[in-house]
């Protein structure tokens, strides 16, 4: 098995990746709810959702939601793949990595509309359920980041790579075809 390396992911990806991390760290970790830094981290996540959103559209191979969608048959050639310990290696996202990233990005949408909506609309003032759907994203999309983490760990593993570098560098290691 010979391999040569190759950029995957662009720059916009990296960024949109390490600015979601980060914001989403600093709002469960660092900062109070209400506080104005939680507010403009929430605003700079929803910011990049919607960067990435368009760049999904326009953006390099590897960015293009057509690239990766996690379709049925993509999902159930993975799952196969992962039950018979056969790797599965593609370039960009695999297709559950695809879910578990749209489940993330959900999540966080689901978070910047809910924190939204309990600091500027009169009409939610004083009501608890945007802050316990606030809260049940927030824990929900803690417990898929760790779940996120393991997988790259694992596949990482599995497929002797590393794939949390390459989201650093950009770079991935290109299989031959035999």
Request: proline fraction near 4%; aromatic fraction near 14%; charge should be neutral.
């Amino acid at each position: 098995m010979s391999a040569a390396i190759v950029r995957v992911w662009d720059p916009v990806v990296r960024l949109f990746h390490w600015s979601l991390a980060g914001a989403f760290l600093a709002n469960y970790f660092f900062t109070e709810e209400g506080e104005d830094w939680h507010r403009w981290f929430g605003y700079y996540a929803v910011a990049w959702l919607a960067i990435r959103l368009v760049w999904g559209f326009v953006g390099t191979p590897a960015a293009r939601w057509a690239d990766f969608w996690p379709t049925r048959a993509r999902l159930g050639a993975h799952l196969r793949a992962l039950i018979a310990g056969q790797p599965y290696h593609r370039l960009g996202h695999s297709p559950l990595g695809a879910l578990v990233m749209l489940l993330m990005m959900t999540l966080m949408l689901g978070l910047g509309v809910t924190g939204f909506l309990m600091e500027e609309v009169d009409y939610f003032w004083g009501a608890d359920l945007p802050l316990e759907i606030h809260e049940f994203c927030a824990n929900g999309l803690m417990a898929v980041v760790g779940l996120h983490i393991s997988a790259a760990l694992f596949e990482s593993y599995r497929l002797r790579e590393n794939l949390p570098l390459s989201m650093v560098t950009g770079k991935r290691r290109k299989l031959s075809e035999h």
